[in-house]
């Protein structure tokens, strides 16, 4: 498969970069930043200079042209304000949403956050208030699109080695970490199946392994 990941240089998109050349899959990750290509290169992805920040439809349906499936995996990141998170974890998925149906590729990954789905606590901090609702919204325009979609919420990130072994789950599932290799390896198992189409997923560490937690989301 041809694999189109926005946000190609982030944490969780190198790890399904590696993972998905690995099985002989075809990942192309959208970066931002001509810097980053080697990493990309590294990780067995092909890179494409396109920012999500900056371009067009057509711009972006063009480099989706002939793919398999999109992968949502921008992020504004943690040092980021308020207005890049709706630029970005918002105004980014909803234009590649938008790519993606001008292009014809029906199969939409999105990665998202537990806590998305449900207004900000009143009175927390104003940046991750910001990215919570960026989430929700971006979310909410998923859903109401005629895609395959997925919306994947994983629990708390970390970088410690993945376990394969998860809790996956409609929500609501209680707040947990999992390691950014474990949710790489949860999306890819989602590209190979429909039993992902049309669910909101929360993910967290747990002790069933992936294969058989992807599976068990049904037929």
């Given at each position: 498969?041809?694999?189109?990941?926005?946000?190609?240089?982030?944490?969780?998109?190198?790890?399904?970069?590696?993972?998905?050349?690995?099985?002989?899959?075809?990942?192309?990750?959208?970066?931002?930043?001509?810097?980053?290509?080697?990493?990309?290169?590294?990780?067995?992805?092909?890179?494409?200079?396109?920012?999500?920040?900056?371009?067009?439809?057509?711009?972006v349906a063009a480099h989706l042209a002939g793919a398999d499936a999109v992968v949502f995996a921008a992020g504004a990141g943690p040092d980021s304000g308020a207005a890049r998170k709706d630029t970005v974890d918002r105004g980014a998925s909803v234009l590649l949403a938008d790519a993606a149906e001008r292009a014809g590729v029906s199969r939409f990954v999105q990665i998202s956050s537990m806590g998305a789905g449900k207004p900000p606590e009143p009175g927390g901090d104003?940046?991750?208030?910001?990215?919570?609702?960026?989430?929700?919204?971006?979310e909410n325009d998923l859903r109401g699109r005629d895609l395959d979609w997925?919306?994947?919420?994983?629990?708390?990130?970390?970088?410690?080695?993945?376990?394969?072994?998860?809790?996956?789950?409609?929500?609501?599932?209680?707040p947990g970490q999992v390691p950014r290799e474990d949710v790489a390896a949860v999306i890819a198992a989602l590209l190979d199946t429909p039993a992902g189409h049309h669910r909101t997923l929360e993910l967290i560490g747990g002790d069933t392994p992936i294969e058989t937690a992807v599976r068990a989301l049904g037929p």
């Open positions: 498969m041809r694999i189109v990941i926005a946000g190609g240089h982030g944490k969780i998109a190198l790890r399904l970069e590696r993972l998905l050349a690995g099985r002989g899959d075809e990942p192309v990750g959208l970066i931002r930043r001509p810097e980053h290509e080697p990493d990309i290169q590294a990780a067995g992805a092909r890179a494409v200079l396109c920012d999500l920040e900056k371009a067009s439809v057509e711009e104003e940046v991750w208030a910001a990215y919570i609702t960026a989430k929700t919204e971006a997925t919306i994947l919420r994983p629990g708390a990130l970390t970088d410690v080695p993945g376990t394969a072994l998860v809790t996956l789950s409609d929500p609501p599932l209680p």
